[in-house]
């Protein structure tokens, strides 16, 4: 016999739930941001949209369905199951933190707050969470499969993550190491930047497509669910021991990108969570290129 599909909400605290935590009262936060210039009121209306949206998922699960929620701080503690469906409430952001936790399990995002989300992973609305979820029980909803990154080190240590991978320094100064490309006739060059980035045609909406846009624009940016990434490296230092003649590309589906460190120490997180990085030092190796695993988005 079966289970029955689980469904688990993922959201996060939001900014009125952090100031009135860290000030006492809804009165002291108040206060706190009237002494600033900013307005309670404002903060207090995007949280009552995000719990009413969220009570709004909650009541549109199917009564046969087996519920979960986990807060996006308690992500690395919640074990996800095959049988999951995987309902983000919040921003795109969410999408991201939870996606590397999963293994082919279907997501669908909710929109809490339209028009202030970007919702290129967050596609819905609340209001059809009840249609979307049975349309995935019903294996009747599409979903993309958006390629992801993972960066593997020589000691077997893993990252995975849906948009970046960036490595360097944990302060962003200037990282020593070798770099070079698989596949490409052993070339290798030594380098001094202040680190390397790695993305996904998803992470080509942020933090990739800033670097993408200064350095002209010469490569096309991938689609979401294209197994190609695109690398650059961030303020290639020259000086007779390192040079500048790697500092951009792309990397097909089966090509990936080595580091060799020459730093007391280097690290290697995903999607801006920095709290969770790979910690390398002298002489490891690290190798980036595509995952194999996908985020299944519903559209």
């Known amino acids: 016999m079966s289970l029955a599909p689980r469904a688990v909400l993922v959201h ?22 009237a002494s600033r210039g900013r307005d309670m009121a404002e903060v207090a209306e995007r949280h009552r949209r995000t719990r009413r949206a969220l009570a709004e998922v909650t009541s549109a699960v199917p009564l046969a369905w087996r ?24 921003q795109d952001g969410l999408v991201a933190n939870v996606a590397k936790y999963l293994d082919g399990q279907p997501v669908i995002g909710i929109d809490t707050d339209p028009g202030r989300n970007p919702g290129v992973l967050v596609r819905h609305r609340p209001e059809q969470a009840a249609v979307l979820l049975a349309s995935v029980a019903a294996t009747a909803t599409g979903a993309d499969a958006l390629t992801m990154v993972e960066a593997v080190a020589d000691d077997t240590q893993r990252l995975v993550a849906l948009n970046e991978i960036y490595l360097g320094t944990a302060g962003h100064q200037t990282a020593r190491y070798r770099l070079g490309l698989e596949d490409d006739g052993g070339v290798v060059e030594a380098q001094a930047s202040s680190g390397v980035l790695v993305g996904t045609g998803t992470g080509a909406t942020g933090w990739l497509r800033s670097v993408w846009q200064e350095r002209g624009a010469r490569l096309p940016l991938p689609a979401p669910t294209e197994d190609r990434l695109l690398w650059f490296v961030r303020e ?7 040079g500048t003649s790697l500092v951009a590309g792309e990397l097909a589906a089966s090509a990936a990108l080595t580091l060799t460190v020459e730093s007391d120490r280097l690290i290697a997180f995903g999607d801006g969570i920095e709290t969770d990085a790979l910690e390398l030092t002298w002489g490891q190796t690290v190798r980036v290129g595509a995952c194999a695993r996908r985020l299944r988005l519903v559209g």
């Open 67 to 90: 519920q979960a929620r986990v807060e996006r701080t308690d992500l690395d503690r919640f074990l996800f199951a095959p049988e999951d469906v995987v309902v983000v409430v919040g």
């Open 12 to 33: 996060r605290t939001t900014e009125y739930e952090e100031l009135v935590a860290r000030h006492g009262t809804h009165g002291q936060a108040a206060f706190f941001l």
């Open 236 to 242: 290639a230092w020259p000086s007779p021991a390192t």
